[in-house]
């Protein structure tokens, strides 16, 4: 049986230097084999711990205690805070509940059913796109997937294509950010010695600025749209014109320019991985792709929206959401904890960094049935609910949880069933998909995959 790609795991007795050589390509492939079967796992070095937990009640026990006992790492934050500023992905106390009570109403049910128009317009347009480059070799999925997740963004927030001028700027710049920015740098990892050179270029420093420049113009235009009445009722104007039920404050220019820049890491970034991965699955197993695509030929005329076809594509959620079981589009997050707590007869100190890897967490011998193996109907088991339920956070869990799962879901099997209902997506042998995490989990050298129109 063909097994979907897995980094191979380091040597267990690899030293400290290897360790940090191998974590600075890649934090999959430098962990060891064994964490896949740990229910905790200790990591020593000279100037800090970290604990990387993987059974189920620990995992809920640092979820649920995320504001309090677990907040985020500072080394995290200090390597994002470029771009991202204070923005709910990084913010921690009253300025993360203030964010929140804002954010959340504009992803409640409804406005999704209103948003939904959008994202079925950027399918359309990601499958006209892709018409042209029929024919003409190999193409670079993870580009693809990328501009679609974008445009989605930008319609949603700001009923702007990505067509726009200042959308396709800040696409543009957000790639220069990706290939600028490392995954983990020493002056975060070794905090206390702030001489050492931080290994987070310049440039991504310089893109991010201009990133947020693009996205401050954005949203200032729409702030005179707000103050006009002219206001397109989008997102973008739900969120800004939302006051919090607490304070009475909307957010003002700047504080939006931190909310918009973290939707689009977290909800272009990651939507872009899930979907690319996604695709590559149903190139490795051409049968689940036709029952894809047969499944979208019932469902789905793309000359007409219609919300009720979401509910549907049964069969492509299971795969959107096996995949993101495989390749968790966020592979690890870390917590920082505030004070010292016992797990497992271990005491973790203050300050000491815990560790929750949704990738190994995923794939974990003890808890899941055959679990680096692709199968979508797992979760209609018995056993697969149970494990849903207990080892599955591609969008965390806890207060913390990630307020846009429900778009995701929307948005991912929609998008996969209108591309594999237009075409058909296969391997190319001689260019594997490797996986690697960089600000999400992404391939190696990209996902490459032909492309022939169905019928």
Known sequence: MTLPPKPTSRPR??????????????????????LYGAWMAEFRTPFFRSYMVNQPDLVKTVLAESLTTFPKSTRIRDGLAALLGNSLFLSSGEDWKHQRRIVDPAFEGGRLREVFPKMWDSAVAAVDRLEGQVGKGPIEVESMTSHVAADVIFRT????????????????????????MP????????????WLPNLASKRSKETAEVIRGLIRQITAERRVAIDAGTAPDDLATKIMTTPDPETGKCFDTEEMVDQVAIFFLAG??????ALAWSLYMLALYPDWQDKVADEALVVI??????????SKLRISRDVF????????????????????????????????????????????TKIWDRPDEFDPTRFHTKEGKQCMRD??????AGPRVCPGSGFAMLEGPLILSMLVRAYRFELVAERPAVPIAHLTLRSKDGIWLKVVKRG
């Open 391 to 396: 080892a599955y956070i591609p969008f965390s």
């Open 157 to 180: 927030l700001f009923s702007i294509p990505i067509t726009d001028d200042t959308a396709a700027g800040v696409f543009d710049e957000f790639k220069d950010y990706q290939r600028s």
């Open 183 to 194: 995954f983990a740098n020493m002056s975060s990892l070794l905090p206390k010695f702030k």
């Open 13 to 34: 007795n690899a030293s400290l230097w290897q360790h940090a050589k191998l974590f600075r390509k890649d934090i999959l492939s430098a962990q060891p084999e064994h």
């Open 268 to 273: 272009h970034e990651t939507s872009a991985s």
């Open 301 to 310: 005329d793309p000359k007409k929206s219609y919300f009720s076809a979401v």
């Open 321 to 364: 959401r096996e995949t993101m079981r495989l390749y968790p589009p966020v592979p690890a997050t870390v917590r920082e904890a505030a004070c010292p707590v016992e797990f497992r007869n271990r005491k973790i100190k203050t300050g000491s960094q815990v560790v929750l890897s949704a990738w190994h967490l995923h794939r974990h």
